[in-house]
C-alpha cells in the first residue's frame, strides 16, 4: 500500500507549482489556473487524510467536495472580475492594473 | 466482462480480460456505431426523402461506410500552416475517446453468469455525466486549433450549447437515481422489472431525450456544423482520417446517449421471450430512428432560441418534475 | 472497487492507442504534397484575412457562468437522490429548500438578462 | 510493486508533467489545455483513496466545466495565445526559490511526523454514506452550499455584465 506521506508529498510538490504560477504570472486567468492547482493539492490532502486518519466517517471527502464548489465559485467571480477589468482597462496582466496605485 | 466476480483471478488473466473488452467494444463501436450507423443515417435519410440512398457499393449499397473508409485512408493528412499543431493533433484523439468511455457503463444484455457489461461501477450515472462532459474540452481544442473562424465559431457555439444541455440532462438522471435509489446502472435497470420509468416518467424520458440531441450536436440543434453557415464548424479543417474520428466521436456518443436512455428509461435489456442481447439492439436502433426521423422533422433552431430552450424551458420544467416526483415517492412511502 | 478502476484505466489507455492506430496507418501511408495553399486556412476559397484568434462576444461567457453554478448545485444532488427512498419526508423538505434557493438564482440571472441571447 | 504503486507513481507523473507545463507554458491556452490531464491525474488519486465519488465530481465540475470556463475567458480576452505578451513579471527568480523553499519546507514536515492510523474501514458506497451524513451530521452544509453558490452567481453575474 502506499503510505501516507508519499500522497502528501504529491499535493505538497502540485502546492508549490500552483504557487510559483500565482507569484510569477502576470496574466491574470494564468493565476487563477495556478489557485486551481494549489485547491487541488489540498484536496488531495484532504482526501487523503480521509482513508489513512478516519476512515469510518466521509468528512474528509465532503470537505473536499466544499472545497471543489468553492473552486468553481471562485472560477466564475474570478474570471468573471478578469473580463470586468479586461473591458474598462484593457489589460489582463495584473501588474499592469494598477489605478489604485499612487 | 462483468461475468462472475471470480475475486481471485490471477492479475494477468484481469489485465487480458480488460484488454478483450476494450478491443471488443472499440470494434463494435467502430463497425456497429460508427459505419452501419452512418450507413443507416444514409439509407433512413433516402427513403425519407424518397430516393435511395446508397445502392452500388456492395448489395443495396452495403459496403458503402467500407469504400468511404478506404478512401479517407488515403486522403492527405493536412495540418494548417496557422493551426497550433499540437492543440489540432490531440483533439482528434480526445473527442473520440471521451465518447468510448461512456460505453463503460452501458449493459448490453444479461447472460446466466450475471450482466453482460464492460464493468458495473458505483457511481455508473455520474461517470457516464462526467466522461461525456469531457467532449466540450475536445470540441473546443478542435475549434481553437484549426485558427479557422468558421472553425472557431462552431467550438464556441457547440461548447455552450452543449453545457447548457449537460443541466437539464443532469436533472433527468437524478430523478431516474432517485426511483431507484442507487446510481449503478444495472441496479437502475434492475428496478425497472415492473415498469419501465418511461412510463412512470416520461416528462424526464423526454427531457433526456432532447438533452441528449441537443448533446450529440444533431439537427435541430446542428448550428455548430449548419453546413450551410459554417462549412462543417469545428471539425472544418480536418482531412481524411482525422475527420473519420470526428465521425466516429459523433457517432460513437450518439449511440452512447440513446443506450443510455435505453438503459435508464426503457428497461435496457429486458423483454419477454427474446434474449435479452436482442432485446437490446432491438430498442437501441428504435431510438437511433427515432433520433434520424427528428433530423428530418424539424429545421435548425438560431441559437438564442436554442438558450432560450434550455434555460427558460428545460431546466425549470425537469426542476419541477424532480420536486413533483419526490413528493410522490415520499407519498407513496408513507 | 479498485478492479473495476483498474478495468476503466485499461479501457482508456486501450482506447487511446486503437483510436491512434489509424493516426498512425495515414502517416504511413497518406500522399504529402508540398503545395503551399493546401496549407492556407479554409474560407471558403477566398484568401483568410488575419488570425481566427481574434476576440469575441462576453455572450459565451455569461452562460457558461450560469453553467458552472448549476452544475455544482446539481452534484449535490446526486448523493440525495441515492438515500431519498430509505430517507423520511426531512430528505424532501431539505431538498426543497436546497431546491428553493437554487431556483432563486435562475429567477435573478433570468431577470437581469444574462439568459438572454442579444 | 504492487499495481496501486505503479498506478500512484504513473499518476503522479501525468499530474506533475502537465502541472509544469500550467506553470511554464508561455502560450496560455496550452497552459489551460494541460490543465484537463491534470485536473484527471488528481481524479486517478483520488479513486485510489477509495473516493469515488469525489472522483466523478472532479471530473464533471473540473475538467467538464471550469477549464471551459477558462477556455472561454482566455478566448474572449486575450483572443490568441499570449504569445505576443510577456507572460512572466519580474519576480521569476524569487518566485521560483520561494516556491522551492515551501515545497520543501512541507516535504521535510510530512515525512518527518508519524501520521497515526485510524481505525475502520472506508464505506463500500460513499455516494450513500456522503448523502446520508447530508440528511444528518451535514445538513447545514447542504443548504449553506447553495446559498454560496446563489450569492456568487449574483455577484459573477453583476461583474460580468455590460452596464447599461
Not at chain 1, 466521509?58 to 471543489?68: C, K, R, S, T, W
Not at chain 2, 433552431?301 to 424551458?313: G, S, T, Y
Not at chain 4, 505576443?84 to 515551501?102: F, L, T, Y
Request: charged residues 10%; glycine residues 8%.
Amino acid at each position: 500500500m502506499v503510505p501516507l506521506a508519499d500522497y502528501l508529498v504529491l499535493s505538497a510538490v502540485v502546492f508549490a507549482l500552483g504557487l510559483y504560477a500565482v507569484v510569477t504570472r502576470r496574466n491574470g486567468v494564468a493565476i487563477l489556473m495556478g489557485i486551481e492547482l494549489m485547491l487541488n493539492a489540498a484536496n488531495i490532502n484532504l482526501v487523503a487524510f480521509n482513508k489513512y486518519a478516519a476512515p469510518g466517517a466521509v468528512q474528509g471527502q465532503i470537505f473536499a467536495l466544499i472545497v471543489i464548489t468553492l473552486a468553481a465559485c471562485e472560477a466564475a467571480v474570478g474570471l468573471a472580475l478578469v473580463l470586468a477589468a479586461y473591458r474598462s482597462l484593457e489589460t489582463i496582466h495584473v501588474d499592469e492594473i494598477n489605478l489604485m496605485r499612487w | 466482462m462483468g461475468l462472475a466476480e471470480a475475486a481471485a483471478l490471477p492479475w494477468y488473466v484481469e489485465l487480458w480480460r480488460a484488454i478483450a473488452g476494450t478491443v471488443l467494444i472499440f470494434s463494435g463501436v467502430a463497425v456497429v456505431a460508427a459505419m452501419f450507423g452512418v450507413l443507416l443515417e444514409r439509407k433512413i435519410s433516402g427513403w425519407m426523402q424518397s430516393r435511395l440512398g446508397p445502392k452500388h457499393v456492395g448489395p443495396q449499397g452495403l459496403l458503402q461506410t467500407i469504400a468511404d473508409t478506404i478512401k479517407l485512408l488515403q486522403k492527405e493528412n493536412i495540418v494548417p500552416r496557422n493551426a497550433d499543431a499540437t492543440i489540432f493533433a490531440s483533439a482528434v484523439l480526445v473527442v473520440p475517446l471521451a465518447a468510448l468511455l461512456d460505453y463503460v457503463v452501458i449493459p448490453f444484455g444479461t447472460t446466466r453468469w450475471g450482466p453482460l457489461i464492460f464493468r458495473d461501477l458505483n457511481i455508473g450515472v455520474l461517470y457516464f455525466a462526467a466522461t461525456s462532459s469531457l467532449v466540450v474540452v475536445g470540441i473546443l481544442m478542435a475549434g481553437w486549433g484549426s485558427n479557422n473562424k468558421y472553425a472557431l465559431i462552431g467550438g464556441l457555439r457547440s461548447a455552450s450549447q452543449m453545457v447548457s444541455y449537460e443541466i437539464p440532462m443532469g436533472l433527468a438522471l437524478i430523478t431516474v437515481a432517485m426511483l431507484a435509489g442507487s446510481l449503478s446502472t444495472v441496479k437502475i435497470v434492475d428496478a425497472q422489472a415492473g415498469w419501465w420509468y418511461a412510463v412512470e416518467q416520461p416528462l424526464a424520458f423526454l427531457i433526456f431525450l432532447i438533452a441528449a440531441v441537443a448533446e450529440v450536436n444533431r439537427v435541430p440543434f446542428d448550428l455548430v456544423e449548419a453546413e450551410s453557415e459554417l462549412v462543417a464548424g469545428y471539425f472544418s479543417e480536418y482531412t481524411g482520417m482525422r475527420f473519420a474520428l470526428f465521425q466516429l466521436g459523433e457517432y460513437g456518443e450518439m449511440f452512447a446517449m440513446a443506450a443510455m436512455a435505453v438503459t435508464l428509461f426503457l428497461g435496457g435489456w429486458r423483454g419477454p421471450v427474446l434474449p435479452p442481447v436482442l432485446w437490446f439492439v432491438i430498442k437501441l436502433y428504435a431510438l437511433i430512428f427515432v433520433f434520424m426521423w427528428v433530423r428530418w422533422t424539424y429545421p435548425r433552431f438560431r441559437i438564442d432560441q436554442l438558450l432560450n430552450f434550455a434555460w427558460k424551458v428545460l431546466i425549470p420544467v425537469g426542476l419541477l418534475n424532480l420536486v413533483v416526483t419526490a413528493f410522490f415517492v415520499m407519498v407513496v412511502h408513507r | 472497487m479498485l478492479l473495476d478502476w483498474g478495468y476503466v484505466a485499461i479501457f482508456a489507455i486501450v482506447g487511446t492507442l486503437l483510436a491512434a492506430m489509424p493516426l498512425l496507418v495515414i502517416w504511413l501511408i497518406s500522399p504529402r504534397s508540398d503545395y503551399p495553399q493546401k496549407f492556407e486556412t479554409y474560407e471558403s476559397g477566398v484568401p483568410a484575412i488575419g488570425q481566427a484568434w481574434a476576440q469575441f462576444n462576453v455572450r459565451y461567457y455569461l452562460f457558461s457562468l450560469v453553467f458552472v453554478v448549476f452544475d455544482v448545485e446539481i452534484i449535490y444532488l446526486y448523493p440525495w437522490a441515492v438515500v431519498y427512498r430509505k430517507a423520511g419526508p426531512v430528505a424532501f423538505y431539505d431538498m426543497l429548500v436546497f431546491l428553493a434557493i437554487l431556483t432563486l438564482g435562475l429567477v435573478y440571472a433570468w431577470r437581469k438578462g444574462a439568459l438572454e441571447w442579444v | 510493486m504492487t499495481g496501486e504503486a505503479i498506478a500512484f507513481y504513473g499518476l503522479a507523473a501525468v499530474i506533475l508533467v502537465s502541472g509544469l507545463v500550467v506553470v511554464s507554458s508561455p502560450n496560455i491556452v496550452h497552459s489551460a489545455v494541460a490543465l484537463v490531464p491534470a485536473f484527471l491525474g488528481i481524479t486517478g488519486i483520488y479513486i485510489l483513496l477509495g473516493a469515488e465519488f469525489v472522483a466523478g465530481i472532479q471530473v464533471l465540475i473540473y475538467a467538464g466545466a471550469i477549464t471551459v470556463l477558462v477556455l472561454f475567458v482566455i478566448m474572449l480576452t486575450e483572443g490568441g495565445t499570449g504569445l505576443r505578451q510577456r507572460q512572466r513579471n519580474e519576480q521569476g527568480p524569487i518566485g521560483a526559490s520561494v516556491a522551492v523553499a515551501i515545497a520543501v519546507l512541507l516535504i521535510a514536515g510530512v515525512t518527518h511526523t508519524t501520521w497515526g492510523r485510524g481505525a475502520g474501514t472506508l464505506p463500500a458506497y460513499t455516494p450513500g454514506a456522503i448523502g446520508q451524513s447530508f440528511l444528518g451530521t451535514n445538513l447545514l452544509v447542504f443548504e449553506g452550499t447553495s446559498l454560496v453558490l446563489l450569492v456568487s452567481l449574483i455577484g459573477a453575474i453583476i461583474i460580468a455584465r455590460k452596464e447599461e
